[in-house]
């Protein structure tokens, strides 16, 4: 078995999240086995596979909710235009501008950051879906601090 052909064993299992992997090799010949545990499960790869394993038809689809993961690097952060009082809604007792699963859009006023007794809206960007707040209400927050991210 040559190098490139064991690096590229050893980066599917890496990437695949296995917890065990057994290679036999018979010398003088290049026919060779392995064997992949996952969850005390053990997979044997036949010598002939030469690329990443295949997956049988039989396996169960994907459920719902692995369905709803969500990319983190399609994340987008908005974040704070400048040093000031971070506050989510316009008033103590009125309602937040937005909670975290609502969908926002363009122009959409996310919070209001008090600045030298100055009132700034800070506004969506891009259309998306609020996954997270990421400053407390009523705190003072920095220039080019992440305030929300939005998918």
């Given at each position: 078995m040559d190098n490139k052909k064991l690096k590229g064993i050893v980066d599917i299992?890496?990437?695949?999240?296995?917890?065990?992997?057994?290679?036999?090799?018979?010398e003088g010949e290049n026919a060779f086995s392995i064997k992949l545990e996952k969850k005390g499960?053990?997979?044997?790869?036949?010598?002939?596979?030469?690329a990443a394993p295949?997956?049988?038809?039989?396996e169960p689809a994907?459920?719902?909710?692995?369905?709803?993961?969500?990319?983190?690097?399609?994340?987008?952060?908005?974040?704070?235009?400048m040093v000031g009082i971070f506050y989510t809604s316009p008033s103590p007792d009125s309602e937040p501008f937005i909670k975290v699963g609502d969908k926002v859009k363009k122009g959409d006023t996310?919070?209001?950051i008090e600045a030298m007794k100055l009132m700034n809206d800070v506004v969506a960007e891009?259309?998306?879906?609020?996954?997270?707040?990421?400053?407390?209400?009523?705190?003072?927050?920095?220039f080019g601090q992440v305030l929300f991210k939005i998918f």
């Open positions: 299992f890496n990437d695949s999240g296995l917890t065990f992997m057994e290679i036999n090799e018979k499960e053990i997979l044997p790869v036949p010598a002939s596979a030469h295949q997956f049988s038809a039989t994907a459920s719902d909710t692995e369905r709803e993961i969500k990319d983190f690097n399609k994340y987008r952060d908005v974040k704070s235009p996310l919070c209001i891009e259309d998306g879906e609020l996954v997270e707040i990421c400053a407390e209400n009523g705190s003072l927050v920095e």
